[in-house]
Structure formats: structure tokens, C-alpha cells
């Protein structure tokens, strides 16, 4: 865990340097970490607009608005970690902005998630649906037992399927999904002799990182309960 956590906070610094350029720009122009947030915030509406058209407008062969949904997932993502830098450079840290960040880091997700179901309702994917759904109960407990821990007086930060890697994952596996649709084609189907139904479809790209997350975030969650159990045993 403390290599994990020491490799998170490698990546974070070698992000930092990237974007703190962009932090002084938006600082400049006089943006606020609250305003940061909710350009964000928005952001995600768009990700979820993207998802709903193509459920709506698309056909199930055509994955391109899965891609262009993840690309836009990352780029609100970036703005998840804009809002802190903007605060901690412009100094202008507050107890609400934190408040206000953690809020619609929530309504960001369950937004995104939104979309994603939709999609999946939409274009008959319904097992994959439900293990969305699940990956966002996963995701909500995650933030949520970390919350209730650190109300109690006691840090509870541990677990693989924090916030930045499921954005990270989410928004790479759409990407890779859309992109390889274009060259295999959005309905390929992988066979195995003997077996009636397929064992890989091009919209298995997205699906099964979905399916792994709905695993892990809830695994993660019951493993902060449990860090947080240990630590108030030996209070």
C-alpha cells in the first residue's frame, strides 16, 4: 500500500508541473477554485449528453460517440485537479470550496454514470447496465465511508479504485473503444469453435473495464471500512 500510495503521489507531482502553467493562467484571469470546479461540473453534463445522443441518435455498431464521451471525461477530469491547484497557488483555500468540491465531485460522477446507463439501456447492453449501476454504488461508497471516517476523527484514505484511477480508466477504455471501432468495426464479434455465443465484442473494450470497476470500487470501500475498524480498535 505505501509503494501504491508512493507511486500515486509520484504521478500527481509529474502532473502538477504540467498544468500548474495553465493554474497561474486561469489564477490571472481570476478564476476561483469554486468556478474551476463547476466548469468541471458541467463538463460531465456534457459526458453524459454525448452518451445520451448516442443512445438515442446512434445504432449499436456505432461506438464513435463513446470515444468522443471519453475524451471528454478526461478533460473534465483535469479539471478535478485544476480546482486544487487554483486554490493552493492563488491561496485561496476555504473550508466551503472544499465542501462545495467534494459535492459536485459526487453529482460529477453520478452524472457520468447516468449517461453511461443510459447508453447501455439503450443499445440492450443490459448486464452491462447493471454492473455500471453497481460500479456506481461502489464508487459512492468509496467517497462516502472516507467521508463518514474522517468525521470521526480518523484518516481513511487507502484503496486501488480511488476517484483520479476511475476517471482515468472510464475515459481511456471509451477512448480505446471508439478509436477501435473505426478499424475493426463497432459490431465485430470474436468466436470460439464450439461455442454458440461470442466471447468478445468491440464494445467489450469498454464493458469489461466497467465490469472490473464495479468489482474493485466496492472491494475498495469494504477495505477502507475494515482500515477504519482496525485504527478505531486501537483508540
Known amino acids: 500500500m505505501a509503494q501504491q500510495a508512493s507511486i ?15 493554474v497561474k493562467i486561469f489564477i490571472k484571469l481570476g478564476l476561483t477554485p469554486n468556478i474551476v470546479t463547476t466548469i468541471g461540473f458541467v463538463l460531465n453534463i456534457g459526458v453524459a449528453v454525448i452518451f445520451i445522443i448516442g443512445g438515442e441518435a446512434g445504432n449499436r455498431g456505432d461506438l464513435t460517440y463513446i470515444g468522443w464521451a471519453g475524451g471528454l471525461i478526461l478533460f473534465a477530469g483535469l479539471f478535478d485537479m485544476l480546482d486544487g491547484q487554483v486554490a493552493r497557488l492563488g491561496n485561496m483555500k476555504s473550508t ?21 446507463c443510459y447508453y447501455l439501456v439503450a443499445h440492450h447492453y443490459f448486464l452491462s447496465s447493471i454492473f455500471a449501476f453497481i460500479a456506481l454504488i461502489g464508487s459512492m461508497m468509496v467517497s462516502y465511508v472516507r467521508a463518514r471516517a474522517e468525521s470521526l476523527g480518523i484518516e481513511c484514505k487507502g484503496g486501488l479504485m480511488q476517484r483520479p484511477e476511475r476517471v482515468v480508466t472510464i475515459g481511456l477504455c471509451a477512448i480505446i473503444c471508439g478509436i477501435s471501432s473505426l478499424y475493426i468495426g463497432g459490431n465485430y464479434k470474436l468466436y470460439v469453435p464450439g461455442i454458440k455465443y461470442h466471447v468478445f465484442e468491440t464494445m467489450s473494450i469498454f464493458t469489461i473495464p466497467i465490469t472490473i470497476l464495479a468489482v474493485l470500487t466496492n472491494i475498495t470501500a469494504f477495505k477502507r471500512l475494515t482500515d477504519a475498524k482496525k485504527t478505531f480498535s486501537k483508540q
Not at 17 to 22: A, G, Q
Not at 103 to 112: A, P
Open 8 to 22: 500515486r503521489t509520484s504521478l500527481q507531482s509529474g502532473i502538477y508541473k504540467v498544468i500548474d502553467p495553465v
Open 96 to 116: 466551503f470550496g472544499a465542501l462545495y468540491d467534494s459535492v459536485l465531485d459526487r453529482y460529477s460522477e453520478l452524472i457520468m454514470f447516468f449517461g453511461i
